[in-house]
């Protein structure tokens, strides 16, 4: 497949899945969750900060941690590549959607799942919290006035709104993005490094129903070899070029 098939082909799909990793918000200064442990978190291991044993031990450090984090990405601005898949999901409307690895928000931001068709955080999101006792989410209020660990306006303490190491992914957004790639004539795999399993899984959803795959990433991954063709770009230069 050449570079203008692969436009040619996600043009005329009515039905598009998509996945997006950290590569996609690189470009709005969000590092990725490892390179984030800088200064006093570099001596911790992403298991002391992002498990459920890390969080009976001490919730008080997890939450700084990801207080942090969230002042962080509400500093940030969805970029080039937030706006081109908002744009391709008012294009193609029900048949669009979007699963996305990333927690910061910027899809959302950008205007995902607000076009027609859906979009799912697979990995949870840092903009809310979610009470422990009743499992009920609300937003976190404003990095200024952002006590932790929070309460929840039924009165318990609430733990972020995150997927940790060692906890499955939320069925309902799974399920329904494995179905979503199961259906797509195109699915673009932006910005993922691919090794993150079952979401590096949905690819192959496509590729196993005779959909074709593209892959937008700078470098090789570890699902390259299996992908239709591959755009080897940033995610905002790699989905204009698809796109225009």
Known sequence: M?????RAALAAASRVAVLTGAGVSAESGIPTFRDAQTGHWARFRPEDLAS???YRRDPEMVWEWYAGRYRDVLAAEPNGAHHLLARLEREKGAGFFLATQNVDGLHARAGSGQGGGRMVE???TLLSARDEV???VFPLPAPDVLVTPPISPTGHRMRP???WFGEYLPEDALHAAQRAFQAAEVALIVGTSGAV???AGLAGETLYAGGTVIEINPEETELSDQMTYCVRDVASRGLAALMS
């Not at 050449?2 to 692969?6: E, G, I, P, R």
């Open 134 to 136: 009743t499992g009920e």
């Open 122 to 124: 697979l990995h949870g």
């Open 161 to 163: 709104n995150i997927v």
């Open 52 to 54: 459920p044993p890390a």
């Open 2 to 6: 050449t570079l203008s098939q692969a």
């Open 197 to 199: 399993y079952p979401a």
